[in-house]
């Protein structure tokens, strides 16, 4: 199985200041056919389900603010939320569907500082 | 729009089958793979499995021997069976939507496992 780990466990960023979130995964999830990372990002607020914010790494879902961006290749991946905001409160996942079984970080509670 | 909506009982007796179904509205369960995920209280994520419409299923080995995922094209519904459960598989059970990365999920159902 692909190992997924983010760092930190939890971050307090103060509103309108950047917060970063790393995802380390134990194999390269970069598909040499299409040059694609097979990794997503999800955000979980509080007594929701998690909702997908980015795919193939650095592409924003639609409807997603701007203002969430995604880098990375092979194995190191980030997420980047530029200008946070109250109502980004949440829980944020990595996830890898470059194979079997599919794998998710243990999570990022982001908080206002 | 596309929805999706997990039911089925809340609380399951350990050693029992766990049995879940999702329905789907907006979209035809034949044009996309549907899987199930779980995460346990205050825990993270867990992919468990999925199915293709044709049938066709891939599962978390973790839990392969005990999983089974089902698809109703006339009810346009998804169905999970998870046996010989413990107090380990309680949690909040999701169904979602995916090609690749999963884009639409439910609200969750919390299943509590205990006598």
């Known amino acids: 199985d692909i190992v997924m780990t983010q760092s930190p466990d939890s971050l307090a960023v103060s509103l309108g200041e950047r917060a970063t979130i790393n995802c380390k995964s134990s194999q390269r999830v970069l598909t040499s056919s299409n040059n694609q990372n097979y990794l997503a990002w999800y955000q979980q607020k509080p007594g929701q389900s998690p909702s997908l914010l980015i795919y193939?790494?650095?592409t924003r879902e639609s409807g997603v603010p701007d203002r969430f961006s995604g880098s990375g290749s092979g194995t190191d991946f980030t997420l980047t939320i530029s200008s946070l905001q109250a109502e980004d409160v949440a829980v944020y996942y990595c996830q890898q569907y470059y194979s079997s079984p599919w794998t998710f970080g243990q999570g990022t509670k982001v908080e206002i500082k | 729009q596309v929805q999706l909506q997990e039911s089925g009982p809340g609380l399951v007796k350990p050693s029992e089958t766990l049995s879940l179904t999702c329905t789907v509205s907006g979209v035809s369960i034949t044009t996309y793979y549907w899987s199930w995920i779980r995460q346990s209280p205050g825990k993270g994520l867990e992919w468990i499995g999925y199915?293709?419409?044709?049938?066709?299923?891939d599962y978390n080995p973790s839990l392969n021997s005990r999983v089974t995922i089902s698809a109703d094209m006339s009810k346009n519904q998804i169905s999970l069976k998870l046996s010989s459960v413990t107090a380990a598989d309680t949690a909040v059970y999701y169904c979602?939507?995916?090609?690749?990365?999963?884009?639409?999920w439910g609200q969750g159902t919390l299943v509590t496992v205990s006598s």
């Open positions: 199915i293709y419409y044709t049938g066709s299923t």
């Open positions: 979602a939507r995916h090609g690749s990365y999963l884009d639409y």
């Open positions: 193939r790494a650095s």
